[in-house]
């Protein structure tokens, strides 16, 4: 099935032709089914896409960190889009078995990914993404501030509405402030910077 990820970012199942894609566009093959989150059905997965498509084009960051990878689609497109270093992280070995293969059906589409948490690397991050839901968000919050660059952007989704602004309370205790917030259905994205 072909889903139209963001505007100008069109997945479409491997063995199949491509979409036509506007110029500059991405067109992304992935396995039919995929067995992880992140298969650009949900609104979160949406969401980020979009919001990293947009900041990787516009500011061009060096370093960007997915967290919560599932099929690392997020991840395909910040590679995509020029990044250098990206990194995706999970906790499900299937998660990265997944993000691993996709990365693989992408030309010179070198990403790291593992198991490590998100600060492992040190705060060399321009744009950190974590796709996941609002208990991991909370725990992750310290080191998802670890891994980010002075300068760097954090997207977090993966929650609804009603659960926002709480966590708008939490990570800015962590010392960052909302600067955006999108919405899809029912569905967050927040934006996050240094004060």
């Known amino acids: 099935m072909r889903i139209s990820l963001a505007p100008g970012i069109a997945l479409y199942?491997?063995?199949?032709?491509?979409?036509?894609?506007?110029?500059?566009?991405?067109?992304?093959?992935?396995?039919p089914r995929p067995p992880a989150f992140g298969d650009g059905s949900?609104?979160?997965?949406?969401?980020?896409?979009g919001a990293v498509d947009v900041i990787c084009r516009k500011r061009r960051p060096q370093a960007v960190l997915d967290v919560?990878?599932?099929?690392?689609?997020?991840?395909?497109?910040?590679?995509?889009?020029?990044?250098?270093?990206?990194?995706?992280?999970d906790i499900d070995p299937e998660a990265l078995d997944c993000a691993r293969a996709h990365a693989e059906l992408d030309s010179a589409a070198t990403i790291h990914f593992s198991d490590e948490g998100p600060d492992r690397w040190g705060a060399r991050f321009d744009l950190v993404v974590a796709n996941i839901l609002?208990?991991?968000?909370?725990?992750?919050?310290?080191?998802?501030?670890?891994?980010?660059?002075?300068m760097g952007v954090l997207l977090i989704s993966g929650f609804t509405r009603p659960q926002a602004p709480s966590l708008r309370v939490f990570y800015r205790k962590t010392g960052l402030e909302v600067v955006g917030e999108s919405h899809l259905d029912d569905w967050v994205l927040l934006r996050l910077e240094w004060r």
């Open 42 to 49: 949900h609104p979160t997965t949406r969401l980020c896409a």
């Open 134 to 150: 609002e208990e991991p968000l909370r725990s992750l919050a310290a080191p998802l501030s670890r891994a980010l660059s002075p």
């Open 68 to 89: 919560g990878t599932g099929t690392g689609v997020l991840a395909r497109i910040a590679r995509a889009r020029g990044a250098v270093f990206v990194a995706g992280t």
């Open 13 to 31: 199942p491997l063995g199949s032709v491509p979409p036509p894609v506007e110029p500059g566009g991405l067109a992304l093959a992935q396995f």
